[in-house]
Every structure is written in C-alpha cells, then in structure tokens.
C-alpha cells in the first residue's frame, strides 16, 4: 500500500506477493543466488542495490502521478478536517543534531527546522517496502508538487528527508536520488540530508524516537534496515506538533495540519492546549 492509494500499488504488488516490477524480481534472484562465489559478490551487490533505488523509485513517482487527486479511500476512510477548525498540541521540542545537505554541506538541523511549517521524514534510499520510505517521501513528493500552485504555501512550508544510513547515504547519493525534486521551480524547500557518522546520527534518532535496526538477510529486496516510519510536523517555533505512523501518514491529513498552523501564526495564537485531531478508524 502506498500514499492514500494502496489499491493502486497492490494491482501490481498482487495478492500472493508478486513483483511490482522487474526490478524487485532482479533483487529477489540476487538475493537468494550462491553466495560462495566471490567473483561475483560484487555484481551481485550492485544489482541488489540497483534494483532497491529503481523499485523506489517507481514507487514514489506512481505516488507523484496522483499528487492532485487527495481523495479518501479504503485506507483513509474518512474526511479530512476542515483546516483551522483544531488545534494541535505542543508535543515537544525539535531535537536538534549534526547534518549534511546534498551539496556536501554541514548544516545544523535546527536550521532545517524553524521559521517554516516543517514536515521531517526519516528514511534511507535502500528502502523498497512500499508502507515505509517510498510512502513518506510520496507524501512529502506530493505536498511538494502542491505548493507549486499555492505561492503562499511554497514560502512557508519546508519539507525534510534525513537519513538514517550514513555509510551508503552519501551527500552524493542524496543528491542523486533527490534530482525529480530540485527540478521543480516555484515549489517549497526540500532538504535531503544525511550525517557524517552514526556517531553523530544517534543521538538525533534517539531524540525523535525513530527505531532502526539491521535485518539478519542484507540483502532482503525491501532494504537492509529495520524500521518504523515516523514523520514530524514542527510548527514556525520549532515545536513538534503531530507525529505520524504508517496508518496516518495521509497527504490530506498533513495537507490539513500545515493549514491549521499556518493559520495559527497568521493568528498569533499561542493556545495549542486542545486535543489533537484522531481520524476514525
């Protein structure tokens, strides 16, 4: 399942698990070829690891497609709150840390994470499971591509990716994997970021909360890493204000939550005591 269309992307995955494409084929064949022939240990990890960036990135394009078309389905089976109509809790601050932008830059995360609406996603670009990375930067890809018509939004929305996996998320890998969005003119902020170390990455990820482990099969066709996905919504103060799972990551729901902040800043409102908004399950 992925964005608010699972359907979509289940016609392709298929009910008994079949492949999306070609390429998750390909890494499923690597995945399970011998691997006493070291001579080809290497192409093997190539090809792996080819097919994990070709698989996301179908994924995230076919999100993309239907970036105009929020409409409610049978994963998010409700109607998205009407924009300033709530209130969202202060939950806590946001963490700051020791990043590098794609251009190779150090940059601190706290930079990234005042003065805007921001939306912060952890994820890792070896990621192929279709409700974890590929859906959250789906989303983000899609409230990108949405501020691209609204001037007002693409000046106070920012959109974060942070990786959790230093060694292969390179700057340059960053850089590479994130071209479709530094293409676009006239939309929001996107920073695709990524750390020095995981030195310097954990205490950032223990700040947020976000979960990631290494599978016992490196060379699973969903990615090597265990993980939960978190998205974070940080107010113009730098204040966590939602954090959102796989079950909620819904663009109209955050679509709906960056409204309702920038709302409240137009306001100058300082009372964010009321319940935050729950959709019906």
Known sequence: MFCPYPSLFDKRLGAKGEPVSSTLAAARRVSTAPRWRPARAKLW???VRGAWAGLAAIVILHCSALADDLARDSDYDYEAPTPGSYLLPVIKPAADGDVIDAGGKPV???????????VLSFIYTRCAAAKACPHATGVLNQLHRLSQEDPSLAKELRLVSMSFDPAHDTPERMASYSTWARGRTNAAEWHFVTSRSQTELKPILEAYGQAVSRKSNAYDPTGPLNHTLRVFLIDFEGRVRNIYSSGTLDSRLVLA?????RAEGARGAT???SPIFRPAR
């Open 257 to 261: 939550d960056v409204k309702t902040l």
């Open 271 to 273: 009372n964010a005591s």
């Open 45 to 47: 990890r190539r090809a």
């Open 108 to 118: 601190r995360l706290r930079e990234l994470t005042r003065g805007r609406i921001t």
